[in-house]
């Protein structure tokens, strides 16, 4: 059974410094990644996704990667503000049924001070 | 286009009562599924619909049944509520797995529904 763990649970950094959440899984056969935003009382926002295929991707100040063979992925926020202050959650998607079952990690709290 | 709705976002159910949340959405969107967030447990799959008509279970399906008779709709049916079902509950919907499109894949959340049992 597919695993994920996310460290730290929480962080908290001030305004505009570079970051880094980690994400690691157990079995790597995986079909995708997707990482998630959840601002509290709300549902999940999309943030990326990276096919097995791919090794990053990249939307604005977010980067994530993944390597698939050591079981992790990294999501890098550059230039942290405010507004980043949010839960992010990780999950995998499995080989046989890709984004229709995820696991998913319990999140990082991020709090960014101003 | 309203994306993943879901009614309603706030119940209180007392032990024993039954009730369905409602999931819609208007990407036509091929998949569907429920999800329940817990303190402490993150995300846990509970059921999923790969088309209308076809539904499959997930991590945690006891206690709650579901069916797809539109691409539309996705309702999740709580039969008998108990305390245990305390939590907040998510459905998200998906394009067709494997057409290359740029939303291929990706999990659309609706807003959620807190549902309390007592």
């Known amino acids: 059974k597919q695993e994920v763990t996310q460290i730290p649970a929480a962080l908290s950094v001030p305004e505009g410094e570079n970051l880094v959440l980690n994400c690691s899984f157990t079995d790597s056969a995986i079909y995708n990644l997707q990482w998630f935003r959840q601002d509290p009382g709300k549902g999940l926002t999309s943030l990326l996704l990276?096919?097995?295929?791919?090794r990053e991707q990249t939307s604005g100040r977010l980067n994530a990667s993944l390597d698939k063979s050591s079981g992790r992925s990294t999501l890098y926020i550059a230039a942290s503000q405010p507004g980043d202050s949010a839960t992010y959650l990780c999950a995998v998607g499995d080989s046989g049924a890709g984004s229709y079952q995820l696991t998913f990690g319990k999140g990082t709290k991020l709090s960014v001070i101003p | 286009n309203a994306g993943v709705t879901q009614t309603p976002k706030f119940q209180v159910l007392k032990t024993g009562q039954s009730m369905t949340l409602q999931c819609a959405q208007d990407?036509?969107?091929?998949?569907m599924s429920w999800y329940r967030q817990d303190p402490g447990m993150g995300l846990r799959l509970i059921h999923y619909?790969?088309?209308?008509?076809?539904?499959d279970q997930g991590e945690v399906p006891n206690g709650y049944n579901v069916s797809r008779s539109t691409t539309e709709d996705f309702p999740l049916r709580l039969l008998s509520a108990a305390p245990s079902q305390t939590s907040v509950y998510f459905c998200?919907?998906?394009?067709?797995?494997?057409?290359?499109?740029?939303?291929?894949?990706?999990?659309?959340f609706g807003a959620g529904s807190r549902l309390t049992v007592l």
């Open positions: 619909s790969v088309g209308a008509g076809i539904t």
């Open positions: 998200a919907s998906t394009p067709r797995k494997g057409i290359p499109s740029s939303g291929a894949n990706v999990l659309t």
């Open positions: 990276i096919q097995s295929s791919q």
């Open positions: 990407m036509n969107h091929e998949y």
